[in-house]
């Protein structure tokens, strides 16, 4: 079961992908890399900080390879967020600001911008100023939904990575159609679901369509205007 749940979170929670991806690619200067019979693939002319991949297809291949038990005990485990089919309104809500920018950064230098886009109902990403483009179609990233996790962070032992502290509580922000209301999140332990609650504890629904999970440090400020 142990297994099956390590799967759900990282299929579910697609960061922690991410951040495993740039863990290695910092290390592993070539075409393509293999940690625990997953293949990520480097884009050959990038640079390998942040452009290591894997898919849905490869992880599901390595479970049945590992013979990792592929059953959940609750069907709940294997959903994330609850999405809605019709748009989320937030503008009704008393705790809602408009959110037509949003800044959410990393460090003193790095940081990710979402404007949005009235015309898609679309956020567009940005990275440290500069749009963020789809190496292929050159399209440019965006969203439906934004969660804000406001998280703590330190250094592991190796002194090399960073340890993103996920497990707890903290707050953050929930941002769809141009508005934003002030969440919380909790996790019991690593192998259990993030759950996003509204101030008064009801789970969030979210509108359907794509949506990024932003992680930042406690410290650092999140402006949504």
């Keep these: 079961m142990q297994d099956i749940i390590s799967l759900i979170s990282v299929l579910n929670q697609m960061r922690y992908l991410y951040i495993l991806a740039e863990a290695l690619t910092l290390r592993v200067m070539r075409q393509r890399l293999v940690l625990t019979g997953l293949t990520a693939s480097i884009t050959e002319g990038l640079a390998t900080e942040h452009t290591a991949y894997t898919s849905l297809y490869r992880l599901k291949s390595a479970v049945q390879e590992k013979g990792f038990n592929a059953e959940a005990e609750n069907a709940s ?9 019709s748009d989320v309104d937030l503008s009704k809500r008393e705790d809602s600001v408009s959110a037509s920018s949003v800044y959410v950064p990393y460090s003193s230098y790095q940081y ?13 990403r940005f990275a440290s100023g500069e749009p963020s483009l789809d190496h292929e179609t050159g399209e440019q990233f965006n969203t439906k939904n934004i969660i804000v996790q406001k998280i703590t962070h330190s250094m592991m032992d190796d002194n090399y990575c960073w340890n993103l502290h996920t497990v707890g509580r903290g707050e953050g922000y929930y941002i769809t159609n141009g508005y934003a209301v002030p969440i919380q999140w909790s996790k019991s332990d690593r192998y259990s679901k993030t759950v996003y609650t509204y101030a008064d504890g009801t789970e969030i629904n979210v509108s359907d369509g794509r949506t990024y999970i932003e992680v930042s440090d406690v410290t650092m400020t999140v402006e949504v205007e």
Excluded at 112 to 124: E, H, I, Q, R, V
């Design 112 to 124: 990710t911008t979402f404007t949005y886009d009235a015309a898609s109902g679309n956020y567009l």
């Design 77 to 85: 485990d294997t959903v994330l967020l609850n999405y809605d089919v």
